[in-house]
């Protein structure tokens, strides 16, 4: 069973929005260290990057480059989590992957990933 499914990336032109949904396999869950979720990004030719995490309580954590853009939410009893993408840039282009892991906001360690999800923003 895959572990974790993503969906919703796709085509867009600058300035408008997309939301990104992956949904984890129930069984990462019953390992009591994995409860965060979160989605890194990369683009051609550079490193993957963070771009949100959530906690299971609902801390999150932001990279600066997507603050009041992008928001980050999930359903715990649908082990789903969102990310919905407002404003977006041309340079926001990337593969999103979504992934869990352990550790909080801010001490983030991702463990399972997705397979990612194209996103590409016109100018």
């Known amino acids: 069973q895959v572990p974790l499914v993503e969906s919703g990336g796709g085509l867009v032109q600058a300035g408008g929005s997309l939301r990104l949904s992956c949904t984890a396999s129930?069984?990462?869950?019953?390992?009591?260290?994995?409860?965060?979720m979160g989605w890194y990004r990369q683009a051609a030719g550079r490193q993957r990057e963070l771009v949100a995490v959530i906690t299971r309580g609902g801390g999150t954590n932001y990279a600066d480059s997507v603050k009041g853009r992008f928001t980050i939410s999930r359903d715990n009893a649908k082990n789903t989590v969102y990310l919905q993408m407002n404003s977006l840039k041309p340079e926001d282009t990337a593969i999103y992957y979504c992934n869990t892991g352990n550790g909080g906001s801010s001490s983030y360690r991702p463990t399972y990933w997705g397979q990612g999800t194209q996103v590409t923003v016109s100018s």
């Open positions: 129930g069984t990462i869950f019953s390992i009591n260290s994995i409860n965060t």
